[in-house]
């Protein structure tokens, strides 16, 4: 069974940092190269956050995020993080971490989802 488990949310003033984690099964990379993590606010549209290559690691930030957040993963525990720096309450959502088999960052192409962990800041 292919799966995505996050973790690492919580409740944390602006400014703050968080580090998610997304811990995949191993046979997950059978077919999937890409993950990525997107984030959803109530009554928003699902949004693209960054995105790694599993191999060779290349990595992708929406500009919302760049700078701030460092994506980055860990094959030898099938994992993959979120390093969140200088939150914003505007950063406040549940945050999914997915699979794709395309190099793509929209939501449509990533076919295996996690469960998702919510990030909540306060001003």
């Known amino acids: 069974q292919v799966t995505l488990v996050e973790s690492g949310g919580g409740l944390v003033q602006a400014g703050a940092s968080l580090r998610l984690s997304c811990v995949a099964s191993?046979?997950?990379?059978?077919?999937?190269?890409?993950l990525a993590w997107f984030r959803q606010a109530p009554g928003k549209d699902r949004e693209f956050v960054a995105a790694?290559?599993?191999?060779?690691?290349?990595?992708r930030y929406a500009a919302a995020v760049e700078g701030r957040f460092t994506i980055s993963r860990d094959n030898a525990k099938n994992t993959m993080y979120l390093q969140m720096s200088s939150l914003k309450p505007e950063d406040t959502a549940g945050y999914l971490c997915?699979?794709?088999?395309?190099?793509?960052?929209?939501?449509?192409?990533?076919?295996?989802w996690g469960q998702g962990t919510q990030v909540t800041v306060s001003s």
């Open positions: 191993a046979l997950l990379f059978n077919k999937y190269a890409r």
């Open positions: 997915a699979a794709s088999r395309f190099q793509t960052d929209e939501a449509k192409w990533y076919d295996i």
């Open positions: 790694v290559n599993w191999i060779g690691g290349i990595t």
